[in-house]
């Protein structure tokens, strides 16, 4: 995977985990944590499909060559795990939304 797609990825992991823990230990009732969970996940959710989405297009957009398939093979690896990702996402949503540990 290329140092860029990498970077993003643990940026976007770091926001999450600040993101988590800022409201984890914030003085709040449960329910509301877990709705504020729940929203800041959804929107991280968002903005990794979308950041997917782009770098799709980008490489659609570029003339075949050799660079584009290794480019491809790039996204296609940092979509897979995107979408891992965003399982995860969506499962911890769930749980949250249950009031599950």
Do not use: H
């Not at 797609?5 to 009732?29: E, H, M, Q, R």
């Not at 968002?46 to 996204?75: F, R």
Request: glycine share 6%; no cysteine.
């Amino acid at each position: 995977m290329s140092k860029s797609t990498n970077s993003l990825l643990a940026f976007l992991a770091g926001a999450a985990a600040g993101t988590i823990l800022g409201v984890l230990y914030a003085p709040d009732k449960g329910e509301s944590t877990r709705d504020k969970l729940s929203y800041q996940l959804e929107k991280y959710k968002e903005k990794l499909q979308d950041l997917i989405n782009e770098y799709i297009k980008e490489v659609e957009a570029i003339p075949d060559s050799e660079a584009k398939a290794e480019g491809k093979k790039v996204i296609d690896d940092a979509k897979e795990k995107a979408e891992k990702l965003l399982g995860d996402v969506d499962d911890l949503i769930s749980q949250i939304k249950s009031g599950q540990n």
